[in-house]
């Protein structure tokens, strides 16, 4: 068994919007997402997003399950796949300190710890699958203090991570898109 680290590029002002006050169906969402979505989460839909709707409006907390997979829903139908890192069950600690290493000291500015798990809407999503997003103004600050464009003195699987990542973060701020993740 592996995990991803998806990256996906979108609006932030968007999926807020769409958080806040739903529009998407089930079946709006079904055929785009990538995944089957559990029956509860189908069978309840619209319960769901009034759920999530209210606790936007409130600054709600932390979400359930159900909840969780409801936003991950509506990020994947609103945002566009831009890559993915990947590790195996084993490779789980090591990945985690390439992130909170290397990858937290090239970019700086809480940028890795944003893309792990921020609020998003006012709501707290769970922590699996964790989702995390960096407006682009992060990113482009980032970009604009500087990102290494030799990688070498890390070993080969954390080099092309983070040659990987630094491409990402430097299209996606040079596109004027925010950046989303979703770790799982």
Excluded: K
């Excluded at 409801?70 to 566009?80: F, G, I, K, N, S």
């Excluded at 937290?104 to 769970?126: K, N, P, S």
């Excluded at 103004?137 to 080099?159: I, K, Q, Y």
């Amino acid at each position: 068994m592996g995990y991803t680290l998806e990256l996906r590029v979108g609006s932030v002002e968007a999926v807020v919007a769409e958080l806040a006050a739903p529009t998407l169906t089930v079946a709006d969402v079904a055929s785009t997402i990538g995944f089957d979505l559990d029956d509860e989460v189908v069978d309840r839909w619209s319960e769901i997003a009034q759920g999530v709707a209210q606790g936007t409006a409130t600054a709600g907390g932390l979400l359930d399950e159900d909840s969780t997979a409801y936003v991950v829903a509506v990020l994947h139908r609103l945002t566009h796949w831009y890559g993915a890192l990947v590790h195996s069950s084993s490779g789980g600690e090591e990945f985690r300190a390439f992130l909170a290493g290397p990858a937290d000291e090239t970019f700086g500015g809480g940028l890795v710890e944003h893309l792990l798990g921020r609020e998003l809407a006012g709501t707290t999503l769970e922590d699996d699958p964790s989702v995390g997003w960096v407006s682009n103004a992060d990113l482009r600050a980032a970009v604009a203090r500087g990102l290494p464009d030799d990688c070498g003195h890390l070993g080969p699987e954390d080099e092309e991570d983070l040659v990987q990542l630094i491409a990402m973060v430097q299209r996606a701020a040079a596109g004027g898109l925010d950046l989303f993740a979703v770790y799982a």
